[in-house]
């Protein structure tokens, strides 16, 4: 099984920056994509952003310009650098792998447990 640990949530005031972290461990063979989703009040996840192995990235439009994700694969650890933060970006951020827990298993989604971001006006 693999887990994510994710941390640096808070509470920030709009216009700040945080920084979360997500570590994977347990057992693992391999990790495709790494990522961040979102659950704000009254609305279902959401993408944030993802990195692959390649390190090729994918952000939503709506944190385009705000957000950087990184990914440090030798410690299984995803970085999520957000800055000029707003109201609107409160909420539960989810740390997301996909994964095969050993050698010769399919890739399986697996979620952290979630860390609270929340931005005052």
């Known amino acids: 099984q693999v887990q994510l640990v994710e941390s640096g949530g808070g509470l920030v005031q709009a216009g700040g920056s945080l920084r979360l972290s997500c570590a994977a461990s347990?057992?693992?063979?391999?990790?495709?994509?790494m990522g961040w989703y979102r659950q704000t009040p009254g609305k279902q996840r959401e993408l944030v952003a993802i990195?692959?192995?390649?390190?090729?990235?994918n952000y939503a439009d709506s944190m385009k310009g705000r957000v950087t994700i990184s990914r440090d694969s030798a410690k299984n650890t995803v970085y999520l650098q957000m800055n000029s933060l707003k109201p609107e970006d409160t909420g539960v951020y989810y740390c997301?792998?996909?994964?095969?827990?050993?050698w010769g298993t399919g890739l399986s989604t697996y979620w952290g447990q979630g860390t609270q971001v929340t931005v005052s006006s």
């Open positions: 347990g057992s693992i063979f391999s990790i495709n994509t």
């Open positions: 990195i692959a192995s390649s390190g090729s990235t």
């Open positions: 997301n792998a996909l994964a095969a827990p050993r």
